[in-house]
């Protein structure tokens, strides 16, 4: 196709690089410097298999996980740096100066607050604590002439709590929350616990105004239903609290059919096996290629939006052994609304820059259609502010978007 993008690698990643970006989709814990993590496990005394950052890539940080299970043991390491407010601040922090250096200019930045309530912190002081680190970037970076002047769109950003599908002892609030439930099965006491910080979130964000801008389920998709969190995402719901659901990421399709009829996802976190008619399970459903034909006409219909994580995916399923193969490509052929995300940099070793460029390099991406999922990035986006400001802003990124690729061939 000769209006595909088409530069040389090198004039084309500096333009990439400098078009405002966005990330719906990054875990803080699984996007913390590995100095960072370092640095602090040093202070407070923590086990790391390693204390070099080479160490670290190779020991935890891997090119290729065996499966979700896997690349999920890692945030074990993550999560003990994250035990107090001024490590957290810190982290957040430093997630929105990375995104900043490399052109991101609106970011949700997600993760658990459960996992880092404790003796000194409750979810209140948790929130707070994330929120000053990315105001801090924010304001900062806001202050800048080019902003300021209304040459370049601003820095913004939302905050997105995640509920888990399946607890584990990985924090000291989970460890009690489980303890304290000895009669009851896995799912009833994951099934409160999403309740519990839904009902939290709403409350810290309309006491606070801290952008608290959706709520996400997260963690291991396989034996641990979407429809289990029922209760968690329709409080959400009634509060007017955005949704994402993680799903399609090592599950089938009913898993986002699910996501979006139970839970009232807005967007889907990866959805990778959208397509897949052999992942199906459910004896119900006995034309599986029609289910998933179906599936997907909905699903574009409604703009519900496919938070893409390319390089994710690639290390959690084997099945993938090559991007080409991945459903991304499909997915862009029946236009269904997809945004491109990190999913986790430190972990996946990537950036939203490398990510567009992974992009561009497997499929066959018109100018057009890149400019497409920059597009929906910003306008499905749970923009904290009122819907009139989100447009202005929404404005100002494509206006920027169209400067800076203005003459550049296949844009
Ligand atoms: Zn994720």
New binding site residues.
């Given amino acids: 196709m000769n209006n595909e993008v088409n530069l040389n690698k090198k004039d084309l990643e500096k333009i990439i690089k400098k078009i405002p970006k966005n990330d719906l989709?990054v875990?803080l814990d699984g996007s913390i410097r590995p100095e960072t993590i370092i640095d602090i496990a040093k202070k407070e005394n923590l086990d790391l298999p390693s204390y070099t950052v080479e160490g670290l890539n190779e020991t935890l940080f891997k090119n290729q996980y065996r499966n979700l299970e896997e690349y999920l043991s890692t945030f074990k390491y993550s999560c003990a740096v994250m035990q107090k407010p001024e490590y957290l601040e810190q982290i957040a922090y430093e997630l929105a100066i990375d995104n900043q250096n490399e052109g991101v200019r609106y970011l949700e930045a997600r993760f658990a607050p459960q996992l880092h309530i404790n003796d000194y912190m409750n979810m209140e002081m948790v929130l707070m604590a994330v929120n000053k680190g990315l105001e801090k970037a924010q304001s900062e970076f806001n202050n800048r002439s080019v902003i300021k002047n209304g040459e370049e769109p601003p820095f913004y950003y939302g905050i997105i709590v995640c509920a888990m599908r399946n607890l584990g002892h990985w924090s000291s609030y989970y460890d009690n929350f489980i303890k304290s439930f000895t009669f009851s099965d896995d799912h009833i006491v994951s099934r409160l616990a999403s309740l519990e910080l839904a009902k939290g979130a709403l409350k810290i964000r309309d006491k606070t105004g801290i952008p608290i801008a959706g709520l996400d389920l997260?963690g291991a998709e396989m034996g641990y239903p979407a429809a289990n969190h029922w209760e968690a995402f329709q409080c959400a719901h009634e509060g007017f609290l955005p949704k994402t659901v993680?799903a399609g990421e090592a599950y089938g399709p009913e898993s986002i059919f699910q996501a979006i009829t139970d839970l009232h996802a807005d967007r889907i976190?990866h959805g990778y096996f959208l397509f897949d008619a052999s992942k199906i399970r459910d004896k119900k459903i006995v034309d599986k290629e029609k289910y998933i034909e179906k599936l997907g006409q909905f699903i574009a219909d409604r703009r519900i939006t496919i938070e893409v994580?390319l390089t994710s995916n690639l290390q959690t399923n084997q099945s993938i052994d090559d991007i080409k193969n991945h459903s991304f490509g499909k997915m862009i052929q029946k236009n269904i609304c997809t945004v491109f995300c990190t999913?986790n940099r430190t972990v996946s070793k990537t950036s939203a820059t490398k990510e567009i460029m992974l992009a561009i390099n497997n499929f066959p991406l018109s100018g057009k259609t890149l400019r497409n999922c920059i597009t929906y990035g910003f306008k499905r986006s749970f923009f904290p502010g009122d819907y009139s400001e989100k447009r202005k802003y929404v404005r100002k990124c494509l206006d920027y978007y169209d400067n800076v690729t203005e003459g550049a061939t296949g844009f």
């Fill in positions: 989709h875990h997260a993680h976190g994580c999913d």
